[in-house]
């Protein structure tokens, strides 16, 4: 190979996924054993049924058709510059499913498969991307070859642990014949067999009785320990995702035995197939956004929800990665929430009657709630009459419902779009900040505090924008109503009493329920909202936005902002950790079920809130309002 065509290869792969995840010398040494072959337009790269190559391949310039040639020859997928395709022999090992042909004249790089695994090995996360790309080509061509049309989707969940299938096992002195009865009684594919401790000692597949049992024409008198694969290999229940698969393809299998410590000397709890990964990979968050996009109805997304909160059952144990499930499963959740009014726009009379925007406010407008809570939301239309006052009343009521249906109940204040004050006209709105805002009281300050955080979510956005703007108005030089804000951040029930012990409330026959929500949360989300806002950020909502722009505008308080905002991503951790542990709204926690490290956790925070209300307490004079 010369040098220019080295250097054109290296710099091509270095633009796609995921070799561009390869340092610069494992990327040169692989080009080394790249081959680069030429085809013309309907050439045939290999066929249905033919044993594998021992490369895969990557289009380099052209289009390479993936087709069904028993189903009228469908087009079921379509590889375009940077794809690649022919990998189902690495992960698979069967002959190739599909016909991979030229659609246009093509150049590609075949990759071999054994130089290619040495990279594997090394970055775990370039075998779940793979993975990722062979779940979805999978699933997308057999939808394709259903008559689905097909779209590509890849996510990266290397962290993910999923949960393992339930179990059926037998004794090694049951018989051959018993086993296969009972894994058609159950619809199984496999059988653990386990001594007298519930010790993993063999397994047994559809393949062995094909292999064994039919080939050799074994007597199914014998023990199932005639045709049952061992030694058993076997996993623990917290690896992650990409060590399944890891296992199994360097032991050339396709189950795993979870066992309760990963060894086959204890106790089996369950069993792994590799369709088992693959449908977890299937089951990621982007191919949720595009399973949200695509949705025709309130059904879907109400299917897609429930996916997502057992997801999130399974999935929220690290505070490291909180942050980032946090940001991608809010937006998920405005997505969702956006298709709602979509729907319900589509059983409109008539379409609006001129622009609106809807939005949410609270903590589903900071887009701080992963778990079920009530709903808060409100609506504004740019035309004040009565005939579009009953008209917006009507799509809110709609939008409302469809929101419920999502599991999100009703707003026991009733701040919600369906009610005439929280669905109002442009106009209309800015007088309600008026007079909340230049006339403040307890009450006031509280409605207000709520619709200071605006999270669109479908319309004309340019109408929250004025109503940001009108705010930020009516909040120039207003010492007065910001001193009530500081007020209303500080006056909140302490976490401690006078001998430095929790303070706790007796909550459901919980005499240790300590309130998360009430004593840092919400005191936490006012105090940061107020710096912001005496900083003119009306338009930020997220409270580590707002305290992302405090750090850059203040760097004498840089690092209280920084330890700020780490306590305030932690608390709403331990919210939603065990919010979805108990199927409840987390607002509560049971002090005896944090762990060591979480009760020292819950301590910091507490000491970082208070040294924040000092600072407003000095900023904003507090002690001088009566």
């Known amino acids: 190979m010369s040098n220019y065509i080295h250097d054109r290869i290296l710099y091509f792969l270095k633009q796609h996924s995921p070799f561009d995840l390869l340092s610069e010398s494992d990327l040169k040494n692989l080009i080394k054993t790249i081959k680069v072959s030429y085809h013309n337009k309907n050439e045939i790269v290999f066929e249905k049924n033919q044993p594998p190559k021992d490369s895969f391949f990557v289009v380099f310039e052209g289009l390479v058709g993936i087709f069904d040639v028993e189903e009228n020859s469908i087009c079921v997928d379509a590889c375009e510059i940077g794809?690649?395709?022919?990998?189902?022999?690495?992960?698979?090992?069967?002959?190739?499913?599909?016909?991979?042909?030229?659609?246009?004249?093509?150049?590609l790089l075949a990759i071999?498969?054994?130089?290619?695994?040495?990279?594997?090995?090394?970055?775990?996360?370039?075998?779940?991307f793979f993975l990722q790309v062979f779940a979805n080509q999978t699933s997308k061509r057999k939808k394709t070859s259903e008559g689905i049309p097909f779209t590509e989707s890849l996510e990266t969940s290397q962290n993910t642990v999923i949960q393992p299938s339930s179990i059926i096992t037998l004794s090694p002195k049951n018989s051959i014949q018993q086993a296969a009865k009972l894994m058609k009684k159950h619809r199984i594919g496999s059988v653990v067999i386990v001594n007298d401790h519930n010790f993993p000692v063999g397994i047994i597949t559809d393949k062995d009785f094909r292999n064994k049992v039919v080939a050799e024409n074994l007597n199914v008198a014998e023990s199932v320990m005639q045709i049952a694969s061992h030694p058993v290999y076997t996993i623990g229940m917290q690896e992650k995702m990409s060590d399944y698969h890891v296992k199994m393809i360097q032991n050339q299998i396709r189950h795993l035995v979870v066992t309760e410590d990963g060894t086959n000397q204890s106790k089996v709890v369950g069993i792994l197939s590799e369709h088992d990964l693959l449908q977890s990979y299937q089951d990621s968050p982007k191919n949720w956004f595009k399973a949200v996009r695509k949705a025709k109805n309130i059904d879907e997304i109400i299917d897609i929800q429930q996916k997502i909160h057992s997801y999130l059952s399974q999935n929220i144990s690290d505070v490291s990665n909180f942050d980032y499930q946090l940001k991608v499963f809010s937006a998920l959740q405005q997505k969702m929430i956006e298709k709602c009014v979509e729907f319900s726009l589509e059983k409109m009379p008539s379409p609006p009657p001129c622009a609106f925007a809807f939005f949410q406010i609270g903590s589903l407008g900071r887009s701080e709630q992963l778990?079920?809570?009530?709903?808060?939301?409100?609506?504004?239309?740019?035309?004040?009459?009565?005939?579009?006052?009953?008209?917006?009343?009507?799509?809110?009521?709609?939008?409302?419902?469809?929101?419920?249906?999502?599991?999100?109940?009703?707003?026991?204040?009733?701040?919600?779009?369906n009610q005439p004050e929280w669905n109002q006209s442009l106009e209309e709105w800015k007088t309600t900040f008026q007079h909340w805002?230049?006339?403040?009281?307890?009450?006031?300050?509280?409605?207000?505090?709520?619709?200071?955080?605006?999270?669109?979510?479908?319309?004309?956005?340019?109408?929250?924008?004025?109503?940001?703007?009108?705010?930020?108005?009516?909040?120039?030089?207003?010492?007065?109503?910001?001193?009530?804000?500081?007020?209303?951040?500080?006056?909140?029930?302490?976490?401690f009493n006078l001998f430095k012990q929790w303070t706790t409330e007796n909550i459901e026959n919980n005499a240790n329920a300590f309130d998360l929500k009430l004593k840092v949360i919400m005191p936490l989300v006012n105090a940061i909202r107020l710096l912001a806002l005496d900083k003119k950020q009306v338009n930020l909502a997220a409270s580590t936005q707002r305290l992302n722009y405090l750090m850059s505008q203040e760097e004498n308080n840089r690092e209280i902002f920084q330890a700020?905002?780490?306590?305030?991503?932690?608390?709403?951790?331990?919210?939603?950790?065990?919010?979805?542990?108990?199927?409840?709204?987390?607002?509560?926690?049971?002090?005896?079920?944090?762990?060591?490290?979480?009760?020292?956790?819950?301590?910091?925070?507490?000491?970082?809130?208070?040294?924040?209300?000092?600072?407003?307490?000095?900023?904003?004079?507090?002690n001088f309002l009566s």
């Open 83 to 107: 794809d690649f395709f022919g990998i189902r022999p690495y992960f698979g090992k069967e002959n190739y499913l599909y016909q991979a042909k030229c659609i246009q004249s093509s150049i």
């Open 112 to 128: 071999p498969f054994d130089k290619f695994e040495i990279n594997l090995n090394k970055q775990p996360e370039i075998l779940t």
């Open 371 to 417: 778990l079920l809570s009530d709903q808060d939301n409100a609506l504004v239309f740019e035309e004040d009459s009565s005939a579009n006052q009953a008209y917006f009343l009507q799509l809110g009521n709609a939008i409302v419902e469809n929101i419920k249906n999502l599991g999100y109940e009703y707003c026991p204040a009733k701040m919600m779009a």
């Open 437 to 495: 805002i230049q006339s403040p009281s307890e009450h006031s300050v509280m409605l207000s505090q709520i619709f200071f955080d605006i999270g669109f979510v479908s319309g004309e956005i340019t109408l929250t924008k004025k109503l940001a703007e009108h705010i930020e108005i009516l909040l120039h030089n207003n010492s007065l109503f910001k001193a009530y804000l500081g007020k209303e951040a500080t006056n909140f029930p302490p976490a």
């Open 564 to 622: 700020i905002k780490e306590s305030f991503v932690h608390a709403l951790y331990l919210r939603t950790k065990y919010g979805l542990m108990h199927q409840n709204s987390g607002r509560f926690l049971n002090l005896k079920e944090l762990n060591k490290s979480e009760l020292l956790l819950l301590k910091t925070i507490v000491k970082n809130l208070q040294q924040l209300q000092e600072l407003i307490t000095v900023r904003f004079q507090l």
